[in-house]
């Protein structure tokens, strides 16, 4: 992981040499304490008014000065900084950053979250496509080793606390990122589970127990079962548990990984199947939650279900008019085959509201999803959609998406919804006949498999679960931060 520290921006010990990069704004005091020269610190100075002004030339005793505009730190809106920053770190020559956070005031929470995405941002820049070692010919280059983060005095004790949450948040969100990105025909649900385990493995407060296909089958987790019957590769069920306290009530996080997903006799167009590996970057966020967690040592006690499957063409594979029982005991009509996320999320919820620690059950579940391609019509890719019946927990998770630039939009659930999951031949059918409300009709099926004393809520990440960039897709690791501000939010109360 990439190194860092918080240091005063009056201090003389700020980070200067040939492999340092400053990333700063015109007419920070910061610039007053370092001996750039004058002329070309002017003509910077001028030209980041309103534009980027970078130089890699002459800036001693820094290897690169950048400097950006004002509105472009206290964007809130839109990703403006990020934006500027993303082409200009992406092939760095220098391996140490020093970024001038003295323009935010740490008092305002708006300044908070801006500095949090800022930081999550810098530090995925830990893990790059290459990584994976899958080209044979990859040109080194220079990463990011270590950050110096330069704030005002009174600022030093909350930009390090936001130091320390973004730092663990990005641990689990690369990780989580690196599974997600690994190619289809490797990353199966047996690779998704084998791996986990090993990446758990030097934490005492995670463990793990999975279910395999026989299992699956045998204690009535119908829905899973047939969605992953149709692959050569068969379904698991990963149980992730998070102890950081020995007692108290816990929370559940449940989370679908179709590792690959055809659309199954429902099949997808090849332009639509293409991205179709990161169908369970959903799951493999739940792991990053739960590893973030850890790393920072809340103290807290968490389970995450993740629900693993190969949505297949096969002899075995399930059909359109299929009825399956689930395990919350209702029978489901299959009038589509690749609104598969919902059937296996069904099955997961169930068994997530039926575990418990000391006779206790969980005291919310949160679902996410990269359920529906309407949710990317309705929000686009920045924001992710929120369904929930709960009102205390959709708030809470709203406010943690401002405080983190993680942002949720909610969108209603409630009884006008019913038929859009009402079947002729079962309790309920998994896609509405009439092509409405997708999205929404997904929540209201999810919601039936989640009792109604637990608080629920379910998170479609269809946009915001992957970074587009140049024409490609990456996984993003989101809502990861979310989730992590959520968690210490509640702490905090």
């Known amino acids: 992981m990439i190194k860092s520290q918080v240091i005063s921006a009056t201090s003389h010990d700020v980070l200067s040499s040939e492999n340092s990069h400053l990333i700063s704004f015109a007419d920070s005091a910061l610039l007053t304490q370092v001996d750039i020269n004058a002329a070309l610190l002017s003509a910077l100075q001028k030209d980041a008014v309103n534009s980027v002004a970078d130089c890699a030339y002459g800036c001693a005793p820094f290897g690169r000065v950048t400097l950006l505009p004002k509105d472009h730190w206290l964007d809130s809106t839109t990703y403006k900084l990020h934006a500027a920053l993303r082409p200009l770190l992406r092939k760095t020559t220098c391996p140490e950053l020093v970024v001038d956070c003295s323009l935010w005031d740490t008092s305002e929470s708006r300044h908070r979250a801006m500095l949090s995405s800022l930081l999550i941002f810098l530090f995925n820049l830990d893990y790059q496509l290459s990584d994976l070692g899958l080209k044979t010919h990859a040109e080194p280059t220079v990463r990011i080793k270590h950050i110096s983060l330069c704030c005002q005095p009174q600022d030093q004790v909350a930009v390090e606390k936001i130091r320390r949450q973004a730092e663990a948040s990005a641990i689990g969100m690369i990780a989580a990122r690196r599974i997600a990105d690994v190619p289809s025909d490797k990353c199966t649900p047996e690779f998704v589970v084998t791996e986990i385990e090993k990446i758990i493995a030097p934490y005492r407060t995670l463990r793990c127990e999975i279910l395999e296909e026989t299992q699956i089958e045998r204690q009535g987790l119908g829905l899973l079962h047939a969605v992953g019957k149709g692959a050569a590769n068969p379904p698991r069920l990963m149980v992730l548990r998070y102890e950081g306290r020995a007692d108290g009530p816990f929370s559940a996080y449940v989370g679908k990984g179709i590792t690959f997903d055809t659309g199954g006799l429902w099949l997808k167009g090849g332009e639509g199947m293409y991205t179709m590996k990161y169908d369970m970057c959903s799951a493999a966020n739940v792991f990053?939650?739960?590893?973030?967690?850890?790393?920072?040592?809340?103290?807290?006690?968490?389970?995450?279900?993740?629900?693993?499957?190969?949505?297949?063409?096969?002899?075995?594979?399930?059909?359109?008019?299929?009825?399956?029982?689930?395990?919350?005991?209702?029978?489901?009509?299959?009038?589509?085959?690749?609104?598969?996320?919902?059937?296996?999320?069904?099955?997961?919820?169930?068994?997530?509201?039926?575990?418990?620690?000391?006779?206790?059950?969980?005291?919310?579940?949160?679902?996410?999803?990269?359920?529906?391609?309407?949710?990317?019509?309705?929000?686009?890719?920045?924001?992710?959609?929120?369904?929930?019946?709960?009102?205390?927990?959709?708030?809470?998770?709203?406010?943690?998406?401002?405080?983190?630039?993680?942002?949720?939009?909610?969108?209603?659930?409630?009884?006008?919804?019913?038929?859009?999951?009402?079947?002729?031949?079962?309790?309920?059918?998994?896609?509405?006949?009439?092509?409405?409300?997708?999205?929404?009709?997904?929540?209201?099926?999810?919601?039936?498999?989640?009792?109604?004393?637990?608080?629920?809520a379910h998170l479609d990440i269809s946009g915001t679960a992957l970074w587009r960039e140049s024409g490609r897709s990456v996984a993003s690791g989101r809502p990861i931060p979310l989730l992590m501000q959520h968690l210490i939010e509640d702490l905090e109360k």
């Open 288 to 456: 990053g939650l739960l590893l973030a967690a850890a790393e920072m040592a809340l103290p807290v006690r968490l389970i995450g279900v993740l629900a693993l499957a190969e949505n297949m063409i096969g002899p075995e594979a399930m059909r359109p008019g299929d009825v399956v029982t689930s395990y919350a005991g209702l029978n489901v009509e299959i009038n589509n085959t690749d609104a598969e996320g919902r059937l296996v999320l069904a099955d997961a919820i169930t068994y997530a509201s039926k575990l418990t620690l000391d006779d206790q059950h969980p005291q919310y579940i949160i679902d996410m999803a990269t359920l529906t391609g309407a949710v990317v019509k309705a929000l686009g890719y920045d924001l992710s959609g929120l369904w929930s019946q709960d009102p205390e927990l959709s708030h809470n998770l709203t406010q943690a998406g401002l405080h983190t630039r993680d942002e949720v939009w909610s969108l209603p659930l409630d009884l006008r919804f019913a038929p859009q999951v009402e079947s002729a031949i079962a309790d309920v059918c998994n896609t509405p006949a009439n092509n409405a409300a997708i999205s929404t009709s997904a929540a209201y099926f999810l919601s039936r498999f989640c009792p109604a004393e637990i608080p629920w």
